[in-house]
């Protein structure tokens, strides 16, 4: 079982910028692939980034290619999505995912919102 916790979203101005954590359970957190995702009301949850194992790899939704970047600290069983230039439509709830063991794991997600 692995266990994922979002956290760092918040309200935020056009233009502006933001961090996002997701702190994985378990001692095997850097054997894994990790994801951002998103979910805009009334919208499908969509892909927004990934990062290898080793964070030596990674890539990008279009939509956020330039203004995103996802980062790792596998000694801090950490995935980062480094957020800037928002704009209003990146308001969602943001997930972080692994797929472990054969399963997919998500967090609970946490709320960004960017005011126009």
């Known amino acids: 079982q692995v266990q994922l916790v979002e956290s760092g979203g918040g309200l935020v101005q056009t233009g502006g910028s933001l961090r996002l954590s997701c702190v994985a359970s378990?001692?095997?957190?850097?054997?894994?692939?990790m994801g951002w995702f998103r979910q805009a009301p009334g919208k499908e949850r969509e892909f927004i980034a990934a990062?290898?194992?080793?964070?030596?790899?990674?890539n990008y939704a279009a939509l956020v290619k330039g203004r995103f970047t996802i980062s790792r600290d596998n000694a801090k069983n950490t995935v980062f999505l480094q957020m800037t230039t928002l704009r209003p439509d990146d308001t969602a709830v943001y997930y972080c995912?692994?797929?472990?063991?054969?399963?997919?794991?998500w967090g609970q997600g946490t709320q960004v919102t960017v005011s126009s």
């Open positions: 995912r692994v797929n472990a063991m054969g399963r997919l794991f």
């Open positions: 990062i290898s194992k080793g964070g030596g790899t990674s």
């Open positions: 378990g001692r095997t957190f850097s054997r894994y692939a």
